[in-house]
């Protein structure tokens, strides 16, 4: 028996379905930790299949199992959360809910995972193994639902040994796949920073402390312990994205507000930088005679992909599609939170081309859907092939 093949023509079989769930969610969308009729309807779907068990985790996740054996487990993973965004695509399954929007291809994500569970339970007898389905809440907002699931243990009973996710990437012909061996993704975490002067009269500079002047200079030094405290080997990024100050022309305010970003791709880094910030803003407002406040939203790790998986998933990939529909992937300074689940089992998170379209995270993005079907196949392909080789 010719698996590739069979596991295609599965695809092919099923597409369908999965184009209508994709649907269905893109024009349902809910936020992050929000996802109650997304993850009900997941629910519901699996729950039709001939899987061993379908679970809820968490509030709005979903966690199912196929197969039940004393050998290894693969795990398989979708996100199911939509963005604050406001469609405009014009498309006849245009989202409903005015002011979200499925921008990141979760809804994607999801369809594909379902369409592996739908080809894999037509092949569980064969299967050497268990395959779990994990579709979990709340990429897009710390701390990650990730995080959250593997708290509640969803890499354990049965122990996931190995764990694989996709993620939509536009602008690579529909359907090919991106992999990416070591650090793919940066980790992420939220500054918030509060600069206290003292208030007075604008004509009267000498008898305030002014946070607008500090907290100037404070952002223009931030951006100096990349250039002069960091090895150019070893990226960072900060930035700072919003700041709040001020009532009027003439009135040297109370306090200044800045908040931001870090990024950076290895741990080690990621806690210097962090230190450094702190430095900085201690001595500038010191010097000011201004106080200050700093405090850090911890968001995701540093992705990290398993070397030996990623080649793996490369080479069943070739088989899969040929290798000119195979192409290396980017390392990014975004970040993501599969990150967590690779913290604790070896795997790798690799791309899936869309199409030509705008970016993720804008209220045009209009994936290809021809690339779902390929997607759903794959990660069955990868399932089968980790669990029987
Ligand atoms: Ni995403």
Known sequence: ???????????????????????????????????????KLVYNKLSKLKLNRVDKITETGVVALLNDKSTKCVGLRADLDALPIHENTGLPFASKNPGVMHACGHDAHTAMLYGAALILSELKDELNGNVKFIFQPAEEKNPGGASILVKEGVL?????????????????????????????????????ITIYGKTGHGAKPHLTIDPIVAASQVILALQTIVSRNTSPYDPVVITIGKIEGGSATNIIPAEVKLSGTIRTLNEKLRKKTLKQID?????????????????????????????QLTDFATETAKEF???????????????????????????????????NTTDIHTPTINL???????????????AWNYLNS
């Open 279 to 307: 430095r900085t803003i201690k001595g500038i407002t010191s010097a000011s005679g201004a106080k200050y406040k700093f405090e850090i939203s911890p968001g995701y790790p540093e992705l990290i992909n398993d070397e």
């Open 156 to 192: 354990n009973n049965p122990r996931v040994n190995a764990i694989f996710g996709q993620h939509v990437i536009v602008d690579k012909p529909a359907g090919t796949l991106g992999f990416y061996p070591g650090v793919m993704m940066a980790s992420q975490d939220e500054l918030y």
């Open 1 to 39: 028996m010719d698996i590739n093949k069979k596991i295609k023509d599965l695809a092919r079989k099923y597409s369908g379905n999965i184009i209508e769930l994709r649907r269905t969610i893109h024009q349902n969308p809910e936020v992050a930790f929000k996802e109650y009729e997304t993850s």
């Open 321 to 355: 599609i040929g290798s000119r529909n195979v192409f290396e992937a980017e390392r990014l300074m975004g970040a993501e939170d599969f990150a967590f689940y690779l913290k604790k089992v070896p795997g790798t998170f690799y791309r899936i081309g869309v199409g």
């Open 368 to 382: 290809d859907e021809s690339a779902l079907s390929t997607g759903a196949g794959f990660m069955a392909y990868l």
